[in-house]
């Protein structure tokens, strides 16, 4: 009888154990799995920004181009050239 208490206990001892790492593993899965979104989003958001720098870098690009091109239109609205006495356009 009481090697029957004994193996019982035993067994009781063994599917706590057991309970207890299976406990841990799945608290350091949620971790990793953590961690892996938080390096996702990371990624997402350095990607995010180069995108964004590389849409402000056209824009200012573009913002340059009409200023040119306002600079070179006189009041009149059209390009301003300069003949030479021969008649060709500088």
Not at 62 to 82: C, F, M, Q, V, W
């Amino acid at each position: 009888m009481q090697a029957v208490k004994e193996k019982l206990h035993d067994m009781s001892a063994m599917r706590k154990a057991k309970a207890d790492a299976k406990a841990e593993e799945k608290g350091e899965k949620e971790l990793a799995k953590a961690r892996v979104e938080i390096a996702h989003e990371v990624r997402m958001a350095r990607e995010a920004e180069a995108e964004m720098e590389l849409h402000v870098a056209k824009a200012g690009e573009k913002a340059h181009k009409e200023i040119a091109k306002h600079n070179d239109t006189g009041a009149t609205g059209a390009p301003s050239t300069t003949t030479t006495p021969t008649g060709s356009i500088i």
